[in-house]
T-cell receptor
Framework: SQKIEQNSEALNIQEGKTATLTCNYT??????LQWYRQDPGRGPVFLLL?????KEKRKERLKVTFDTTLKQSLFHITASQPADSATYLC??????????????FGKGTHLIIQP | NAGVTQTPKFQVLKTGQSMTLQCAQD?????MSWYRQDPGMGLRLIHY???????DQGEVPNGYNVSRSTTEDFPLRLLSAAPSQTSVYFC????????????FGPGTRLTVT
């Protein structure tokens, strides 16, 4: 069956360092992969999308890579700040093969940036 | 724009009761979807819609009904609530084309006793 795996344990990073989060998936070839941020008591907020034919995407201090051979995406936050502390979710289009009908989400990684 | 709005914010139901979770968006997005989020399970897709009059099932549709009579509204109905439906429910909308970015509402926390 299709599966998305994110490191379920909390990730503790010192302020100013680069945080790297991992998203692995099996048994599927998604057209794109997305990353979201979720704060406690709130809905997820979209951060970045990377398509299957893209290796890397950047937005300010964020960088996402997508290796379709390894079936893995890495999410990097450079110069991390305590305000970056949140749960980060990866999501794939498991239902439509390229549309926006609905996503399958990983369970998320809780990132803690310590001052 | 208000974005995606959900009501109520909190709800307690007794087993067997029915209710409707409301979701509305004012961004004219074609796609809308409902997810539930449980500890240790992550977000799971319940139902989704690609436009008015069209709905389809997601990963966990049992016990839930949806309809999409307008572009703006996508209510989720619990027909006979069960304790297993205790969860936080999120509605999301997505514009046609672009990044397929999902805009989430603030969520409804439902407890079934």
């Amino acid at each position: 069956s299709q599966k998305i795996e994110q490191n379920s344990e909390a990730l503790n990073i010192q302020e100013g360092k680069t945080a790297t989060l991992t998203c692995n998936y099996t048994n599927y070839s998604p057209a794109y992969l997305q990353w979201y941020r979720q704060d406690p008591g709130r809905g997820p907020v979209f951060l970045l999308l990377i398509r299957e034919n893209e290796k890397e995407k950047r937005k300010e201090r964020l960088k996402v890579t997508f290796d379709t051979t390894l079936k893995q995406s890495l999410f990097h936050i450079t110069a991390s700040q305590p305000a970056d502390s949140a749960t980060y979710l990866c999501a794939l289009d498991m239902y439509s093969g390229g549309g926006a009908d609905g996503l399958t989400f990983g369970k998320g990684t809780h990132l803690i940036i310590q001052p | 724009n208000a974005g995606v709005t959900q009501t109520p914010k909190f709800q307690v139901l007794k087993t067997g009761q029915s209710m409707t979770l409301q979701c509305a968006q004012d961004m004219n997005h074609e796609y809308m979807s409902w997810y539930r989020q449980d500890p240790g399970m992550g977000l799971r897709l319940i139902h989704y819609s690609v436009g008015a009059g069209i709905t389809d099932q997601g990963e966990v549709p049992n016990g839930y009904n949806v309809s999409r009579s307008t572009t703006e509204d996508f209510p989720l109905r619990l027909l006979s609530a069960a304790p297993s439906q205790t969860s936080v429910y999120f509605c999301a909308s997505t514009p046609l084309g672009g990044n397929y970015e999902q805009y989430f509402g603030p969520g409804t926390r439902l407890t079934v006793t």
